[in-house]
């Protein structure tokens, strides 16, 4: 009888423990291989333009320790010569990979106007990503979803700069939504996609669930110029962009739609959206009333804010910017950030007295954008969140990332600087020097390391930390000698090897040393990143290495003949 009942009760214990081992595992989590996935922003609004742009303030980064590489980021004046590599240089040994899977993230969470990870402040200086989630400079296809590697590449690119938090362009109408409680599950994915990499890179995301009204800034009536809450109200039948925060059936429809993103479950990741700490912040909408519209009234904001803190475990920021009334939402206890966006030559004065409204009242501040002006500038800004313990983080206007097809993607912004001497256009890692033909300006090579410098400063961290080590870029074609590549976060250039054997291709010496994949993805869709004169003449095989900022070396690239 005894042996019987402890043989019961054995039995049980070994059927519980294999019960709590499987709950306790979790959900499985599916990998996605980004060289196995197949393969998509406009202008800025020019509400910018219209602001106060002053006189011209002569660029003063500090910059973090300058690399030998072709594509130096120690400060240069715009149109100075950099100093290409030796080609006999030897980089150092490939370091260790990272893990693909980083550790566990806690919430970020708030405490009066501080917020904090765990029990330290979390603090940054960082980026703006707008082509996270739907890439409009893509050539010759328009607003299309971006590749899973340029997710990818676009968070490597934002950890590297020590950014700990990218901001995402908006939930959209046409891309996210499609219709009245109608979504599309290929822009879900897509946004799966990104959030995944963000958290395999550590990098935080505040993501705004929607567009302002843009039509109010020429953009020829196209209400779906990137989905603003005027067409979403129109769904519904209206023509009254307004009807956004009135209508009680519009309201509901939003509601509805915030449900459902919180309420989805990563199909990469397997967490639920509302649950995922790699997002810091769901961001009411984006710009919301602009510089010259009204603002969200309050009662909305008090109903949308309540209703997304029902669903998620995250913070809530503001997305009203603008005017003497953007403070409608400051005693409403489930608005956790305010923030506005400084396009303006002197901003760091009006973002400090900004920021002390918010840390009066006890809520914490985010410049949530800024740029579009001269380098000074931006360095000011950057200073002030460095400096002023009421500013939890800044990020400034805007960076872009790899072509899965080779080169970058690049943006104009329809600006010149406040000299009129040059374009304003989008960041490159790791800060390439000019190339205005393909769109990398000469704000980059300064502009950058000054950013990294402070973004590691922030956190305690030294400015000589090594930049990260590329990963290996992937050979995409070389007929004929004709080479184009995909590239790597962070490399400052790339060694191209050749050789008459394909078995004697690893032991080869460098036929090129210092070539920049500085091109556009437009220009590399119509030439070689790289020609060897050569090549036509006899089958030979290609590979490459991408070389860090400090001369670290990648893996080697896949191999490929000139000729089958």
Known sequence: MKLSWFSSVFTLCIVLGLITSSVLSGPV???????????????????????????????????????????????????????????????????????????????????????????????????????????????????????????????????????????????????????????????????????????????????????????????????????????????????????????????????????????????????????????????????????????????????????????????????TIGGTQRWRGLRDPNIDIFTNHYYGVNDKDPMRRHAQVAADSGKAFIAGEYGLTNPSTYVAIMDETLNNPNIAGSMIWSLRGHSINGGFFVHGEGKLDTTGAYDIVSYHVPGFPANTADKFGPEEATVIPALRQRALAIQGLPADTPHPTPIPPVLLSARNGQLRWRGSAWAAYYNIYRSSRRDGIESAEPLAAGVLDRFSAHRVLKEAMYTDGTGSQARYWYMIRAIGVEGQQSAPSNVIASRD
């Open 29 to 319: 989590r599916r990998q996605t291989d980004l060289r196995d996935v197949p393969y998509w922003w406009g202008p800025k609004s020019n509400c910018k333009d219209r602001l106060p742009t002053g006189n011209a303030v002569t660029p003063s980064p500090t910059p973090t320790r300058a690399p030998t590489a072709v594509n130096s980021v120690a400060p240069t004046t715009p149109g100075t010569p950099t100093a290409r590599p030796s080609p006999t240089s030897k980089p150092s040994p490939t370091s260790t990979p990272v893990p693909s899977e980083p550790p566990r993230q806690a919430f970020i969470t708030r405490r009066g106007s501080t917020l904090y990870e765990g029990s330290q402040p979390f603090r940054f200086i960082s980026v703006n990503v707008p082509s996270l989630l739907i890439n409009g400079d893509k050539p010759d296809n328009g607003w299309v979803y971006p590749e899973p590697y340029e997710q990818d590449d676009q968070m490597r690119s934002v950890a590297g700069l020590g950014g700990r938090v990218a901001r995402t362009y908006t939930l959209s109408v046409k891309y996210h939504i499609t219709g009245a409680n109608s979504y599309s599950e290929r822009g879900f994915v897509a946004l799966d996609n990104a959030i995944a990499a963000a958290s395999r890179h550590g990098v935080r995301l505040i993501i705004p669930f929607i567009n302002h009204d843009i039509t109010a800034y020429g953009t020829g009536g196209d209400a779906y110029f990137y989905g603003s809450y005027a067409a979403f109200a129109n769904l519904r039948g209206s023509r009254r962009a307004e009807a956004f925060f009135t209508d009680s059936v519009v309201i509901e429809d939003f509601k509805k739609f915030i449900s459902y993103v919180l309420n989805r479950r990563n199909t990469v990741t397997g967490v639920r959206y509302g649950d995922d700490p790699t997002i810091l912040a769901w961001q009411t909408g984006n710009e919301l009333g602009g510089w010259e519209g009204a603002p969200a009234p309050a009662e909305w904001l008090s109903t949308i804010a309540a209703h997304i803190k029902s669903h998620a475990k995250q913070l809530v920021m503001d997305g």
